[in-house]
């Protein structure tokens, strides 16, 4: 605790004024310097860009958790005004405020105080903030080094935390190379905690998990947990190992052996909200199985009507797809869409505490779109394609997929609205959410009129040009120039890849895993994307697998890229610990995958992009605008 800077960043965090991150001509005030427990509190924020409109949200901090909901602003002068009043467990909170146009994040974070002091709990909050809930949430950058300044302030100013913060502070300390140290502090509590036998099972789970998790050594790990085992039999890590052999059981009659069996332990001691994962897992085994009657025996146990909804169209989809048992199908799509409508009329008494009741309805109305699309396939493989036509409407929304924007233009097509299916068909196109079979209904509808072949290429390439400009204006407002982090890794085939070697070439890093279902979705794209550069050799695709913990991890991505017939050029991000802390990825930055980053010649980071676009041409147009535009940026590229 040597390196405390409480006097500085207590200063820091108290300006009255104080200014988002990244963005210093907002300000944000609060009516107080030190906001108090239970007390009403009015702030003010006047936008850089007072053109735009802006929401707001509040996440209010606790001893066990934290708090989300939606924050009313009304109009004063140049900006925004409001209040809202701090329960009386507050220990921090949160202000973003999110620009309607854009969605850019800024994100304001307090303290709260007693007799003139930070709460308990008030420093870890901020701890928290930093260390990535905060970048969730407004954009805030991840910061390692506050993460561990804060947590040992919080254990400084209240020593009796240190036992709570002990194995959040060790992440902290390995996450800042700190390792030596780490281990240091956990052998110490090791000796201490594991020689006491009045010690709380958690204090033993906690240094257990301190050698497994940040320091590597599960032998010592394992060891440990043989101890907490034999002095807590029934204890919390008996439970957590009997959930895991559930989980990880394929068998399906010894699967439901377990259930019972852990559910017959379990269901009068952990409470009903505790056994709501296990009764969706068995939901999803039973469904794997087509096991339809005992299904709808799990399925009236989960109380989560956003869960069912979402385990009812997991029976609908494969059903619609296959064309088989539809009438079954049709039931438990429509019943899914019944439970959305009702999260969407009352959001506020359905949501959980740590979303607003504004993100609640609105993840709400996207899962409706996307079952909406089950359910009007239903209905047209039985036949009713007026039907099928009104929900899928509903579904397209803001034309995001090309799938089902394939089928909204085919049933448009079927219902002899050839002017509307044109126009939505357009729409698509220009979207870059268009389908080859969409680009075929088109070609029918135009060609029909009297266009020749000629005029149809003519018109196809128009549209799909007018998305091109669209996604090149919109990237050359995102161009950034942020000095790309130094790294060597290892590839498949064993030979080091330098970020020295790659000097001038642009080069693509795109981190990924084989569980992340939103890479693999990108990754048809990124193979268009890698064949269409492929005879340049200044432009280089790297594919950092990273977050990967499994057993014979190099192996199991080999099998993944050879399965797939990618021909990427895969590098293993290296790790510290058993597989927690990342290098390259934390070099990065990167909070979540796939993340890409497009790095030019001069080794300057010009473009991040998070998530997939939707489709693989649309993936494929959007990196190849990217790395041309980065060939092409100014050395210094002003941000603003």
Same mark, same amino acid.
């Given at each position: 605790? *040597?390196?405390? *800077?409480?006097?500085?960043?207590?200063?820091?965090?108290?300006?009255?004024?104080?200014?988002?991150?990244?963005?210093?001509?907002?300000?944000?005030?609060?009516?107080? +310097?030190?906001?108090?427990?239970?007390?009403?509190?009015?702030?003010?924020?006047?936008? !850089?860009?007072?053109?735009?409109?802006?929401?707001?949200?509040?996440?209010?901090?606790?001893?066990?958790?934290?708090?989300?909901?939606?924050?009313?602003? &009304?109009? /004063?002068?140049?900006?925004?005004?409001?209040?809202?009043?701090?329960?009386?467990?507050?220990? @921090?909170?949160?202000?973003?405020?999110?620009?309607?146009?854009?969605?850019?994040?800024?994100?304001?974070?307090?303290?709260?105080?007693?007799?003139?002091?930070?709460?308990?709990?008030?420093?870890?909050?901020?701890?928290?903030? #930093?260390?990535?809930?905060?970048?969730?949430?407004?954009?805030?950058?991840?910061?390692?080094?506050?993460?561990?300044?804060?947590? !040992?302030?919080?254990?400084?100013? #209240?020593? /009796?935390?240190?036992?709570?913060?002990?194995?959040?502070?060790?992440?902290?300390?390995?996450?800042?190379?700190?390792?030596?140290?780490?281990?240091?502090?956990?052998?110490?509590?090791?000796?201490?905690?594991?020689?006491?036998?009045?010690?709380?099972?958690?204090?033993?789970?906690?240094?257990?998990?301190? #050698?497994?998790?940040?320091?590597?050594?599960?032998?010592?790990?394992?060891?440990?947990?043989?101890?907490?085992?034999?002095?807590?039999?029934?204890?919390?890590?008996?439970?957590?190992?009997?959930?895991?052999?559930?989980?990880?059981?394929?068998?399906?009659?010894?699967?439901?052996? $377990? #259930?019972?069996?852990?559910?017959?332990?379990?269901?009068?001691?952990?409470?009903?909200?505790?056994?709501?994962?296990?009764?969706?897992?068995?939901?999803?085994?039973?469904?794997?199985? *087509?096991?339809?009657?005992?299904?709808?025996?799990?399925?009236?146990? &989960?109380?989560? *009507?956003?869960?069912?909804?979402?385990? $009812?169209? +997991?029976?609908? %989809?494969?059903?619609?797809?296959?064309? !088989?048992?539809?009438?079954?199908?049709?039931?438990?799509?429509?019943?899914?869409?019944?439970?959305?409508?009702?999260?969407?009329?009352?959001?506020?008494?359905?949501?959980?505490?740590?979303?607003? @009741?504004?993100? %609640?309805?609105?993840? @709400?109305?996207?899962?409706?779109?996307?079952?909406?699309?089950?359910?009007?396939?239903?209905?047209?493989? +039985?036949?009713?394609?007026?039907?099928?036509?009104?929900?899928?409407?509903? /579904?397209?929304?803001?034309?995001?997929?090309?799938?089902?924007?394939?089928?909204? &233009?085919?049933?448009?097509?079927?219902?002899?609205?050839?002017?509307?299916?044109?126009?939505?068909?357009?729409?698509?196109?220009?979207?870059?959410?268009?389908?080859?079979?969409?680009?075929?209904?088109?070609?029918?509808?135009?060609?029909?009129?009297?266009?020749?072949?000629?005029?149809?290429?003519?018109?196809?390439?128009?549209?799909?040009?007018?998305?091109?400009?669209?996604?090149?204006?919109?990237?050359?407002?995102?161009?950034?120039?942020?000095?790309?982090?130094?790294?060597?890794?290892?590839?498949?085939?064993?030979?080091?890849?330098?970020?020295?070697?790659?000097?001038?070439?642009?080069?693509?890093?795109?981190? %990924? /895993?084989?569980?992340?279902?939103?890479?693999?979705?990108?990754?048809?794209?990124?193979?268009?994307?890698?064949?269409?550069?492929?005879?340049?050799?200044?432009?280089?695709?790297?594919?950092?697998?990273?977050?990967?913990?499994?057993?014979?991890?190099?192996?199991?991505?080999?099998?993944?890229?050879?399965?797939?017939?990618?021909?990427?050029?895969? $590098?293993?991000?290296?790790?510290?610990?058993?597989?927690?802390?990342?290098?390259?990825?934390?070099?990065?930055?990167?909070?979540?995958?796939?993340?890409?980053?497009?790095?030019?010649?001069?080794?300057?980071?010009?473009?991040?992009?998070?998530?997939?676009?939707?489709?693989?041409?649309?993936?494929? +147009?959007? &990196? @190849? $605008?990217?790395?041309?535009?980065?060939?092409?940026?100014?050395?210094?590229?002003?941000?603003?």
């Amino acid at each position: 605790m *040597k390196r405390l *800077k409480s006097a500085i960043m207590s200063v820091w965090m108290l300006i009255i004024g104080l200014q988002a991150i990244g963005q210093q001509s907002n300000v944000f005030s609060l009516s107080t +310097q030190k906001p108090r427990q239970g007390k009403q509190v009015t702030f003010s924020f006047t936008p !850089e860009d007072t053109k735009q409109t802006y929401k707001a949200a509040l996440y209010i901090f606790h001893p066990s958790g934290f708090n989300a909901d939606d924050l009313d602003m &009304v109009g /004063a002068g140049p900006g925004y005004s409001g209040t809202f009043t701090l329960p009386d467990s507050a220990t @921090a909170f949160l202000v973003s405020i999110t620009a309607d146009e854009g969605g850019k994040k800024t994100g304001y974070p307090f303290q709260v105080y007693e007799s003139g002091s930070p709460v308990n709990g008030s420093y870890a909050a901020l701890a928290q903030i #930093y260390n990535g809930m905060g970048e969730y949430f407004a954009d805030i950058e991840r910061d390692v080094v506050k993460n561990e300044e804060y947590l !040992e302030m919080e254990m400084a100013s #209240y020593p /009796a935390t240190k036992e709570k913060y002990f194995l959040t502070y060790i992440g902290a300390l390995v996450a800042n190379k700190k390792v030596d140290e780490a281990k240091g502090l956990v052998d110490e509590r090791a000796d201490a905690v594991f020689a006491d036998l009045n010690s709380k099972e958690t204090d033993l789970i906690n240094v257990a998990n301190g #050698y497994a998790r940040y320091l590597g050594d599960r032998e010592t790990a394992d060891s440990l947990k043989a101890i907490v085992l034999q002095r807590f039999p029934d204890g919390s890590l008996a439970s957590s190992n009997e959930l895991e052999a559930l989980r990880a059981e394929q068998d399906y009659a010894k699967k439901t052996a $377990l #259930y019972q069996t852990y559910i017959g332990k379990h269901s009068t001691t952990g409470g009903a909200a505790n056994l709501q994962p296990v009764y969706s897992m068995m939901a999803q085994a039973a469904l794997r199985e *087509k096991d339809y009657p005992k299904f709808d025996v799990y399925l009236a146990k &989960v109380t989560n *009507k956003s869960t069912r909804a979402s385990l $009812l169209n +997991q029976v609908a %989809w494969p059903l619609a797809e296959a064309g !088989e048992k539809l009438d079954v199908a049709e039931a438990k799509s429509k019943k899914s869409l019944d439970l959305l409508d009702e999260i969407i009329a009352d959001p506020v008494n359905s949501k959980p505490a740590t979303m607003t @009741a504004s993100q %609640w309805k609105k993840n @709400a109305e996207s899962t409706y779109r996307n079952n909406a699309d089950t359910y009007a396939l239903i209905l047209y493989k +039985q036949g009713n394609v007026g039907g099928a036509l009104e929900y899928q409407r509903q /579904a397209v929304g803001e034309y995001t997929s090309a799938e089902v924007n394939e089928r909204f &233009v085919q049933f448009l097509s079927e219902s002899g609205l050839a002017d509307e299916a044109q126009s939505a068909a357009e729409k698509s196109i220009e979207k870059g959410q268009a389908t080859e079979v969409l680009k075929g209904y088109l070609k029918e509808i135009y060609t029909v009129r009297g266009s020749n072949e000629e005029q149809w290429v003519s018109y196809l390439s128009e549209l799909e040009e007018r998305h091109v400009a669209a996604v090149r204006k919109k990237l050359v407002s995102e161009l950034i120039d942020e000095e790309a982090p130094v790294f060597s890794l290892v590839n498949m085939d064993g030979k080091t890849v330098s970020s020295e070697s790659l000097k001038g070439k642009v080069y693509v890093v795109d981190f %990924w /895993a084989t569980w992340c279902g939103p890479c693999k979705a990108s990754f048809p794209g990124m193979q268009l994307a890698v064949d269409k550069f492929r005879d340049r050799d200044d432009i280089e695709f790297l594919f950092v697998n990273t977050w990967e913990n499994i057993p014979d991890r190099e192996e199991a991505v080999k099998k993944f890229i050879a399965d797939n017939q990618y021909s990427f050029n895969v $590098l293993f991000d290296t790790v510290e610990g058993d597989g927690n802390d990342f290098d390259v990825v934390g070099a990065y930055k990167v909070s979540g995958i796939p993340t890409k980053f497009i790095v030019d010649k001069n080794g300057r980071i010009r473009f991040k992009a998070v998530g997939f676009s939707g489709s693989a041409e649309g993936e494929m +147009q959007k &990196v @190849a $605008l990217m790395i041309e535009l980065a060939e092409n940026a100014p050395t210094t590229a002003v941000i603003e």
